[in-house]
Structure formats: structure tokens, C-alpha cells
């Protein structure tokens, strides 16, 4: 376990097509200042791109996701004690459909 | 799309979605014990249909916003559904559309409701609502 994840970009993914997919997991005790993974891409199928398990994370954001088509996806799942200051996610679609949560 | 389980969510926008047509979506469920200062959920669409936006399980959730949707069209959905003890000085749901039809906007479990504002509707046209 990461015992601290300030001012970071983890992980930039630029693809065609995301299929069966878990792109990122990260565990860590505090994340402050950072966006985890953007993904710019153009269909994103049975997918889960994210996973984070912190205890406290201010002011970032995790997850950014421009793509044409999401379905059958999570695109983040997310176990924290305390979420202060923070945008979880921001997604940018023409057509989402069939996402389980 | 987004689950959260969370002891505290403080000052805090979990999800944005600009998005043409959703169907079919659950975009949000939240676990939390308190909710405060935040604003959960704001979606800027086309369509909305046969989804369920937004879910939320808390004790406390307070000076909050959970949910605002700007949209064209919105059918078949369910758009918010809060359970909690306590809400206070909050504003639960707002909706913009040029028609609603076939809908239920907002389900609300609660023990107490302070100073809340629950749900604002501006629409052209709405039919089959409850």
C-alpha cells in the first residue's frame, strides 16, 4: 500500500477501443492534488477502469473519461473514509447505456 | 458508472456527465454516513431513458445538493432515491427538461427534513408522472 499519492497522474490511456478492461487499482492511504487516469478513446465496453481504496482523499480528481460510447460498464469504484474537495469522475459521452453500478 | 462507499463526503462534486443519450444507466449509488457541502450528481444530456440516476444510502446529509439534470427529453426513469435519517438545509433534486413523461423523479426515505428544499421541476410538458 502507497502510503501517500500527492500532485500525480498515474496512468494516461489513448485508445481506439476499451474492452473487459480494469485499466488502474490503487490503494493508498491519502491522495491529495492528483487525477488518477484519463482515458480518451472511443467505446468503452464491460470495462472497469478504476478501483481505489483510500482513506482520505481532497482535493482531486480521480477519474476523467472522453469517449463516443460506454456500455456495460463501471468506470469507478471507489472505498474511502473521507472524500473532501474532490470530483470523483467527469465523463464526456455521446451515448451511455446498460451500466450496473 | 460511479459507486462510492464512504464514511464522510465533505465539499465534494463526485460526478459529472455530459453525455447525448443515456439508457438503460445507473450513474451514481452512494454509502455514506454523512453528507455535507456537497453536490453529487450534475448531468447534462439529450435523452434520459429507463435509468435510474442517482441512489444514496446515509445517516446525515446536510448543506447539500445532490442532484441537478439538465436535459431534453427524460422517459421511463427514476431519477433520485435517498434514504437517510437527517436531511437538512439541503436541495434534493433539480430538473430542467422540455418534457418528462412516463417518469418518477424523486423517492425520499427519511426520519427528519429540515430546511430542505426536495424537488424543482421547470418543464414544457410532463405526462404520466408521479
Same mark, same amino acid.
Given at each position: 500500500?502507497?502510503?501517500?499519492?500527492?500532485?500525480?497522474?498515474?496512468?494516461?490511456?489513448?485508445?481506439?477501443? $476499451?474492452?473487459? #478492461?480494469? /485499466?488502474?487499482?490503487?490503494?493508498?492511504? &491519502?491522495?491529495? %492534488?492528483?487525477? !488518477?487516469? *484519463? @482515458? +480518451? =478513446?472511443?467505446? $468503452?465496453?464491460? #470495462?472497469? /477502469?478504476?478501483?481505489?481504496?483510500?482513506? &482520505?482523499?481532497? %482535493?482531486?480528481? !480521480?477519474? *476523467? @473519461? +472522453? =469517449?463516443?460510447? $460506454?456500455?456495460? #460498464?463501471? /468506470?469507478?469504484?471507489?472505498?474511502?473514509? &473521507?472524500?473532501? %474537495?474532490?470530483? !470523483?469522475? *467527469? @465523463?464526456?459521452?455521446?451515448?451511455?447505456?446498460?451500466?450496473?453500478? | 458508472?460511479?459507486?462510492?462507499?464512504?464514511?464522510?463526503?465533505?465539499?465534494?462534486?463526485?460526478?459529472?456527465?455530459?453525455?447525448?443519450?443515456?439508457?438503460?444507466?445507473?450513474?451514481?449509488?452512494?454509502?455514506?454516513?454523512?453528507?455535507?457541502?456537497?453536490?453529487?450528481?450534475?448531468?447534462?444530456?439529450?435523452?434520459?431513458?429507463?435509468?435510474?440516476?442517482?441512489?444514496?444510502?446515509?445517516?446525515?446529509?446536510?448543506?447539500?445538493?445532490?442532484?441537478?439534470?439538465?436535459?431534453?427529453?427524460?422517459?421511463?426513469?427514476?431519477?433520485?432515491?435517498?434514504?437517510?435519517?437527517?436531511?437538512?438545509?439541503?436541495?434534493?433534486?433539480?430538473?430542467?427538461?422540455?418534457?418528462?413523461?412516463?417518469?418518477?423523479?424523486?423517492?425520499?426515505?427519511?426520519?427528519?427534513?429540515?430546511?430542505?428544499?426536495?424537488?424543482?421541476?421547470?418543464?414544457?410538458?410532463?405526462?404520466?408522472?408521479?
Amino acid at each position: 500500500m502507497h502510503d501517500k499519492i500527492t500532485h500525480s497522474l498515474l496512468l494516461t490511456v489513448d485508445a481506439r477501443k $476499451i474492452t473487459h #478492461a480494469l /485499466l488502474l487499482t490503487v490503494e493508498a492511504r &491519502t491522495i491529495t %492534488h492528483s487525477l !488518477l487516469l *484519463t @482515458v +480518451d =478513446t472511443r467505446t $468503452i465496453t464491460h #470495462a472497469l /477502469l478504476l478501483t481505489v481504496e483510500a482513506r &482520505t482523499i481532497t %482535493h482531486s480528481l !480521480l477519474l *476523467t @473519461v +472522453d =469517449t463516443r460510447t $460506454i456500455t456495460h #460498464a463501471r /468506470l469507478l469504484t471507489l472505498d474511502a473514509r &473521507t472524500i473532501t %474537495h474532490t470530483l !470523483l469522475l *467527469t @465523463v464526456e459521452a455521446r451515448k451511455t447505456s446498460h451500466f450496473d453500478a | 458508472m460511479l459507486t462510492v462507499d464512504a464514511r464522510k463526503i465533505t465539499h465534494s462534486l463526485l460526478l459529472t456527465v455530459d453525455a447525448r443519450a443515456i439508457t438503460h444507466s445507473l450513474l451514481l449509488t452512494v454509502d455514506a454516513r454523512t453528507i455535507t457541502h456537497s453536490r453529487l450528481l450534475t448531468i447534462e444530456a439529450r435523452t434520459i431513458t429507463h435509468s435510474l440516476l442517482l441512489t444514496i444510502e446515509a445517516r446525515t446529509i446536510t448543506h447539500s445538493r445532490l442532484l441537478t439534470v439538465d436535459a431534453r427529453k427524460i422517459t421511463h426513469s427514476l431519477l433520485l432515491n435517498v434514504d437517510a435519517r437527517t436531511i437538512t438545509h439541503s436541495l434534493l433534486l433539480t430538473v430542467d427538461a422540455r418534457k418528462i413523461a412516463h417518469s418518477l423523479l424523486l423517492i425520499v426515505e427519511a426520519r427528519t427534513i429540515t430546511h430542505s428544499l426536495l424537488l424543482t421541476v421547470n418543464a414544457h410538458k410532463i405526462t404520466h408522472c408521479c
